[in-house]
C-alpha cells in the first residue's frame, strides 16, 4: 500500500473511525494486570473479601477500588471519560494521604472505614483554603462515588450538612455576567490578527473558535482537511440540512461527543480555509507539530495571557470568544439581547428554538445548557411589562399573551 493510500485509510470519518493500536490494558498502577489474572470469574465483593480491613495496605486497597469502580458513572449505566477517571483517581488518592498528612488523623484509614468525621476534617480545610465552589462540589462528588464503592451511599451529605452555607456551594448553572468579548469592551477582528502576526497556529485556533463556537482543546485538536465533510455523510435528517459541508468536531470534544457544524456562513470558509493554510497535510492537526497535545494547549492559554485576555486584565479570557458566538446566535434567532445583557423575553417557541441551536452548536446534551452562555430567561422581563411582578410570572405572561393572538 502507498504512503498516500495508507494515510486515507488512516484518516478517520463519521462513517470509519480512527484506528487505534491496540495496547495491554493497565488496570491499576499498583496492579497491572490482576483484573484479568486471579480476579477471573469472581465478583468485586468476592475480590474486595480478599483484603480485609488491615491486612491491605489503605492506599491498595484503594487501588483495587478503582481497578473495579472507576471506569463506572456514579448515577448511569455508562463509563466516564478518561479524564473524568484520572481526575477521580488522583483525587482520592490524595484525599487519603491528607487525612493523615493535614486533617490530623494518626494513621491512613482502610476506605472502607470512612466515616463522617473524615468527610468532616476535609470540608473543614477547604474551606479554610478557601477553595472554590466548584472545587468543592466536584470533591464530594467523587466521594460520593467512592461511597458507593464501598457500600456506603449516604455517608456523603449535601454540603450545609458540613456547615457551609449556600453562598460557599452553590454552583450557577446559568451566566450571572456577560463573558462575551464585546462584553468586555474588546475589537475582537483585529486582536485575532495580532495573534494571528504572533503564532499562526493559535491564531487559526481563534478563528475557529469565533466561526464555530469550539472549545479551546477542540480546536487546537482539529484536522481542518479530514474533518470538513458533507451533508451525507452526517446522518442527519434532510429537514435540518443547513450547508452542503459540515464541520466534524470529534477530537477534543466534552465527554467524546462528537457532532457536526453546518459550514454556512462565509466568515466560517474563512476560518476554515486559514486552518488549512495552517495545517500542511490532509491529517494533520491545527496545532503545532513540534509540541505535543499538553504542551499545545499550555501555549495557547500562554498566548491568551500575553495578550491580556484574563478575567484580571480585560475582564474576558479566551473561551469568551466561544460565548460571543452563542450571545450571536440568540441575537440573530430572537431579534433580542440575551438574558445576561438584559434584552427582552421573546416569545416561548422563538427562545426554545435558540437555546436548542446554542445547545447543539456548543455541543451539550441538554438544552439547559445554553443558560450557561446566554443566561437565564426566567431572569428577563418582557417589553413593556410593569415592574414589580417576578420573572417567571412575566414570561408566563408572555406565553400566555401569545397564545390569545390570532
Not at 484506528?19 to 469472581?42: E, N
Not at 456548543?362 to 443566561?375: C, M, N, S, T, V
Request: glycine share 8%.
Amino acid at each position: 500500500m502507498s504512503q498516500e493510500s495508507q494515510m486515507n485509510a488512516d484518516t478517520p470519518s463519521p462513517d470509519r473511525p480512527r484506528r487505534r493500536s491496540r495496547r495491554a490494558k493497565k488496570t491499576s498502577r499498583r496492579h497491572p494486570g490482576r483484573r484479568h489474572l486471579d480476579w477471573a470469574g469472581l465478583s468485586a465483593a468476592d475480590v474486595l473479601a480478599r483484603h480485609p480491613p488491615g491486612s491491605t495496605p489503605p492506599e491498595d486497597v484503594l487501588e483495587i477500588l478503582l481497578d473495579l469502580f472507576n471506569e463506572q458513572h456514579t448515577a448511569m449505566l455508562k463509563s466516564v471519560s478518561h479524564k473524568t477517571r484520572h481526575d477521580r483517581a488522583v483525587f482520592l488518592r490524595r484525599f487519603l494521604r491528607d487525612l493523615h498528612a493535614k486533617a490530623g488523623f494518626a494513621t491512613i484509614p482502610d476506605p472502607r472505614n470512612l466515616g463522617g468525621r473524615h468527610i468532616q476534617a476535609m470540608v473543614d480545610l477547604w474551606r479554610k483554603d478557601r477553595l472554590a465552589a466548584a472545587t468543592i462540589q466536584t470533591y464530594l462528588s467523587f466521594l460520593r462515588g467512592l461511597a458507593q464503592w464501598i457500600g456506603k451511599p449516604g455517608l456523603v451529605r449535601k454540603p450545609g450538612a458540613y456547615g457551609m452555607d449556600m453562598q460557599e456551594y452553590q454552583r450557577h448553572e446559568v451566566a450571572q455576567r456577560d463573558r462575551s468579548w464585546t462584553g468586555a469592551g474588546i475589537d475582537i477582528e483585529p486582536l485575532i490578527e495580532e495573534v494571528c502576526a504572533y503564532d499562526r497556529h493559535v491564531g487559526a485556533a481563534l478563528r475557529l473558535i469565533r466561526a464555530f463556537g469550539l472549545r479551546r482543546k477542540e480546536a487546537v485538536m482539529m484536522r481542518p482537511h479530514a474533518c470538513v465533510v458533507p451533508f451525507s455523510a452526517t446522518r442527519l435528517p434532510q429537514e435540518r440540512k443547513k450547508a452542503e459541508s459540515y464541520l466534524w468536531v470529534c477530537q477534543g470534544s466534552k465527554g467524546g461527543r462528537p457532532r457536526f457544524v453546518a459550514i454556512a456562513t462565509e466568515p466560517q470558509h474563512q476560518a476554515l480555509a486559514y486552518a488549512q493554510s495552517v495545517a500542511v497535510g490532509i491529517d494533520a492537526h491545527l496545532s503545532n507539530p513540534k509540541r505535543d497535545l499538553k504542551q499545545n494547549l499550555n501555549h495557547f492559554s500562554y498566548v491568551m495571557r500575553r495578550f491580556g485576555l484574563s478575567l484580571k486584565e480585560r475582564g474576558a479570557t479566551g473561551h469568551g470568544l466561544r460565548h460571543e458566538v452563542f450571545v450571536e446566535v440568540w441575537v440573530g434567532a430572537t431579534g433580542t439581547q440575551p438574558p445576561v445583557r438584559g434584552g427582552a423575553l421573546p416569545p416561548k417557541e422563538v427562545r426554545e428554538a435558540a437555546r436548542q441551536d446554542i445547545a447543539e452548536l456548543a455541543g451539550h446534551a441538554r438544552k439547559r445548557a445554553a443558560g450557561a452562555y446566554i443566561g437565564s430567561v426566567r431572569a428577563q422581563r418582557p417589553a413593556g411589562a410593569p415592574p414589580g411582578t417576578g420573572a417567571a410570572n412575566d414570561e408566563r405572561a408572555v406565553d400566555q399573551a401569545a397564545a390569545r393572538r390570532p
